[in-house]
């Protein structure tokens, strides 16, 4: 899961807090990435075979960050295209690919995956989701700030307080 918030004001994002402290779970580690503008990480659960490495990549050289949930299928084919021979995890795949074609990059991709791509020089932020919507991908933006998931039972949980669902106004208009 990742998860984050970009606001161009420095000041720090409850709704992240609020993220981790209710999708954190026994088995899960969080891993929490910070740049101006812009925090939030990722949780990997230990027993999976996934590294940090696999799920979060920064080149400041190149003003990106990507945080990757999911897999690229068609890596071998991508990585002929960046000219590059050895084997790469899939955050530097993509931001590389990013580098070289811009947002357009994802029109190459085959895989179930949800992608930000944050430019901390540019202030900008990215969001990619896969073709098919397999992989799924929340957000909220309010006057101050853009926050994203792919828990988004976890971001729904952070921008309402917590509170419970109001089942009456959901099932309203079928009384």
Known sequence: MIFGSFSLNTGPDQAIEKIIATAKQPGLS???????????GCFINERLPHTFNEVIYTDVGNDIMVLISGAVY??????????????????????????????????????????????????????FRDHVGIMPLAFRAD?????????????????????????????GHFR
């Open 74 to 127: 068609n890596r071998s084919e991508l990585q002929s295209i960046i000219g590059r021979g050895a084997s790469v995890t899939d955050p530097e795949l993509i931001a590389r690919l990013f580098n070289q074609f811009g947002p357009g990059f994802v029109g190459n991709l085959n895989g179930d995956f949800a992608i930000c791509i944050f430019r901390p020089g540019a202030k900008r932020l990215f969001l």
């Open 30 to 40: 969080v891993h929490p990435v910070c740049a101006p503008g812009f925090s939030g």
């Open 143 to 171: 006057g101050r700030s853009l926050s994203f998931s792919t828990d988004i039972t976890g971001l729904s949980r952070a921008v309402s307080g917590g509170g419970d669902i109001n089942t009456s106004w959901l099932t």
